[in-house]
């Protein structure tokens, strides 16, 4: 059985993203906790969350919100994580607007970037260790199917 366009989509999401360079780990809707320690940064996380689905004549379109956290760590993690967004960004544009995602009737749009960071210390002796943070990245995704038949793409 093929994948549903949404899988398509998701799927298309992940290729774009492994080829950023400087990100050593894509991890796409991760169900299991992952251990810090196995975990090569930085690093993304992708959830996709709850789908709507609008019936317009003849054509359905579905419309998720994409959460993408990058994660990086050691003395320029801030830069090192921002200039990550930027290539996120640029490498998902690229693809809407032009590659595999646009072949799909897919539009993303960045919604909103809030960073986050923990400064880690070690116990005891007051000096700072390398710090981990990163970007939370929010996107609102997209794509058209044929009306009742999820498998089947819509174009524009």
Not at 27 to 40: Q, V, W, Y
Not at 45 to 52: I, P, S
Not at 76 to 91: F, I, S
Request: hydrophobic content about 40%; overall charge negative; charged content about 30%.
């Amino acid at each position: 059985m093929a994948d549903s366009i949404k899988l398509e989509v998701l799927d298309t999401i992940e290729a774009a993203l492994l080829t950023v360079a400087g990100l050593k780990r894509i991890l796409m809707n991760p169900s299991t906790p992952i251990e810090r320690d196995d975990l090569l940064l930085p690093s993304a996380f992708v959830f996709d969350e709850d789908e709507r689905v609008e019936a317009r004549n003849r054509v359905e379109v579905g419309r998720f919100p994409l959460h993408i956290e990058i994660w990086a760590e050691g003395q320029d993690y801030a830069r090192t994580a921002e200039n990550l967004r930027a290539d996120v960004k640029k490498k998902l544009y690229d693809s809407c607007y032009t590659g595999t995602l646009h072949a799909l009737a897919v539009a993303c749009r960045e919604t909103s970037a809030a960073k986050f960071y923990q400064e880690l210390e070690r116990a005891g002796d007051g000096v700072t260790a390398l710090g981990m943070g990163g970007v939370v990245l929010r996107y609102d995704v997209a794509y058209l199917t044929k009306c009742r038949d999820p498998f089947t793409q819509a174009g524009y």
